[in-house]
């Protein structure tokens, strides 16, 4: 016996509920870079034009001799030094400092680098876990529909066998009754050969 599904869970249904959970989940995981980097080119259209009506209003261009920056921009979270303001560069620095900061740039990268594979290797780990754990509960499920299964036909057989007895009785009784069988006689008759037989 097939179970019916509800008639609001349809397969449309259930396509479109798929569709915008992904679109949700494309907007949670799409939508913090965006919104920065259009806050990001915001500040920076503000501070152009900011820039420009200053320029144009008192203060003169600032002269900066920038060609000793260095060449590799590195990100505000791996930079421990900041070598973007070129007033503050110190040209006389040796290369055992350049190389030093190179080694700590690489140490750093190297450690970010085992702690994303570590992360990654836990999330590979809980989807696993939960994969096994999926697979158990579809082998109950489908050992809870097949004894379902059996129990429904062997129902189904002991109401036939039921039903099939009725009819068998019921014809018994009809001929009992059409050779003179009474219910009551017959009663009284077992009683007395019971006492019969006790004595």
Not at 155 to 180: D, V
């Amino acid at each position: 016996m097939a179970l019916n599904p509800p008639a609001w869970c349809t397969p449309t249904l259930l396509k479109v509920l798929v569709g915008l959970m992904a679109l949700c989940l494309a907007g949670y995981i799409l939508g913090p870079p965006l919104y920065w980097h259009s806050m990001e080119g915001l500040a920076a259209v503000s501070r152009s034009t900011s820039v420009a009506a200053a320029d144009s209003s008192s203060c003169p261009a600032c002269v900066c001799d920038c060609a000793s920056q260095p060449l590799l921009s590195i990100s505000h979270g791996l930079n421990n030094i900041s070598f973007t303001d070129c007033s503050k560069h110190d040209p006389d620095m040796n290369e055992d400092t350049e190389k030093n900061f190179a080694e700590l740039l690489t140490e750093e990268l190297k450690l970010r680098e085992a702690e994303a594979l570590e992360n990654q290797q836990r999330a590979d780990m809980a989807l696993l876990e939960a994969k096994k754990i999926t697979s158990q509960y579809l082998k109950e499920a489908d050992k809870c529909n097949s004894g379902m299964e059996t129990c429904e036909e062997a129902r189904e057989k002991a109401e036939a066998a039921l039903a099939a007895q009725k009819r068998q009785t019921a014809m018994w009784e009809q001929r009992a009754r059409q050779k003179g069988w009474k219910e009551g006689v017959a009663k009284s008759r077992a009683e007395s050969q019971g006492n019969v037989q006790a004595v």
